[in-house]
């Protein structure tokens, strides 16, 4: 889920778009840090960057939810809380 967590944070890093959490947008590339979405776009084949993010994200949520499905219940929160990450 923490990766997740981070793609979304790039995602949005790179979209110059701010979460509301008083991190301020578009540092990384300014400031030549590398990211999950700068990576990807160092490699010549890739052209849509942000949809690769996207899909990454929305991979790493659902593997952490399929990872506690077996708390029944208790993941409940986790779940929701998976599904707020999502871009």
């Known amino acids: 889920l923490g990766i997740a967590f981070q793609i979304r944070d790039y995602y949005y ?3 110059g778009k701010s979460l509301g959490k008083g991190k301020s947008t578009g540092n990384d590339e300014t400031l ?3 990211n999950i979405v700068t ?3 160092s490699q ?3 052209t849509d960057v942000l949809g690769v993010a996207h899909r990454m994200n929305r991979e790493y949520v659902e593997i952490a939810k399929n990872s ?3 708390l029944g219940n208790s ?3 986790l779940s929701n809380y998976a599904e707020y990450i999502l871009i």
Do not use: S
Request: proline share 6%; hydrophobic share 45%.
């Open 13 to 15: 890093n790179a979209l």
């Open 32 to 34: 030549h840090r590398p």
């Open 39 to 41: 990576v990807l776009r």
């Open 44 to 46: 010549d084949h890739m």
């Open 68 to 70: 506690v499905l077996n």
């Open 75 to 77: 993941a409940k929160g």
